[in-house]
């Protein structure tokens, strides 16, 4: 079974500074990875999504890569601003049972 | 668009009780998902369909819970009877196919928040 681990948990920089999240998978055999952001007490909004033939995709200063082989994914924010607050939810799929989601990584920017 | 529409927004129950939660997709996808989000274990798929038709309910946790999906535009989650630990956000994503092919990409609700007392 697929299993979907965000490393860190939580994460707290100030304003300004670059900065990694991390996305591991068990199954390399993926469709695709997406990445959702979640706001307190809203649904997911997709930012990114990577095909599994791609090696990453970007979007204003938000850059994704994927590693089938390492079953990895980064998701890389330049020039942080309090904006980018939120959870951060890695999503690997489609399997039999859809995507799988880890746990997300809660970021907080410091103004 | 106007996007995935859930209702409620908020429900608050008593143990015992029916829950009906809704969900119109965006028109135009052909799967519909139901998710619950918790802070202990986070989003977990209950239940998807392709064009109208159920394909994995595996992730349903008891025979409590029930959902149908009567058309295109419309399906529901019924817990009846409700207990405190379904106490929890239910998401509803929609997701397009092209080609025949499903693009894995999701659209999500704004969710359920279901407390029940």
């Known amino acids: 079974k697929q299993e979907v681990t965000q490393i860190p948990a939580a994460l707290s920089v100030p304003e300004g500074e670059n900065l990694v999240l991390n996305c591991s998978f068990t199954?390399?055999?993926?469709?695709?990875l997406q990445w959702f952001r979640q706001d307190p007490g809203k649904g997911l909004t997709s930012l990114l999504l990577?095909?599994?033939?791609?090696r990453e995709q970007t979007s204003g200063r938000l850059n994704a890569s994927l590693d089938k082989s390492s079953g990895r994914s980064t998701l890389y924010i330049a020039a942080s601003q309090p904006g980018d607050s939120a959870t951060y939810l890695c999503?690997?799929?489609?399997?039999?049972?859809?995507?799988?989601f880890g746990k997300g990584t809660h970021l907080i920017i410091q103004p | 668009d106007a996007g995935v529409i859930q209702s409620p927004r908020h429900e608050v129950t008593e143990m015992g009780q029916e829950v009906t939660l809704r969900c119109k997709p965006i028109?135009?996808?052909?799967?519909l998902f139901w998710y619950r989000q918790t802070m202990m274990r986070g989003l977990e798929l209950l239940i998807y369909?392709?064009?109208?038709?159920?394909?994995?309910d595996s992730g349903m946790p008891e025979d409590r819970f029930s959902a149908k999906m009567p058309n295109a535009s419309f399906s529901t989650l019924k817990i009846q009877p409700s207990e405190p630990r379904d106490s929890a956000v239910y998401f509803c994503?929609?997701?397009?196919?092209?080609?025949?092919?499903?693009?894995?990409?999701?659209?999500f609700g704004e969710g359920s928040r279901l407390t029940v007392l």
């Open positions: 990577i095909q599994s033939s791609q």
């Open positions: 994503a929609s997701s397009p196919r092209e080609a025949g092919v499903w693009t894995g990409e999701l659209f």
């Open positions: 028109s135009g996808h052909n799967s």
């Open positions: 369909f392709n064009n109208n038709v159920p394909i994995d």
């Open positions: 999503a690997v799929g489609p399997g039999a049972d859809g995507l799988t």
């Open positions: 199954d390399s055999a993926i469709y695709n």
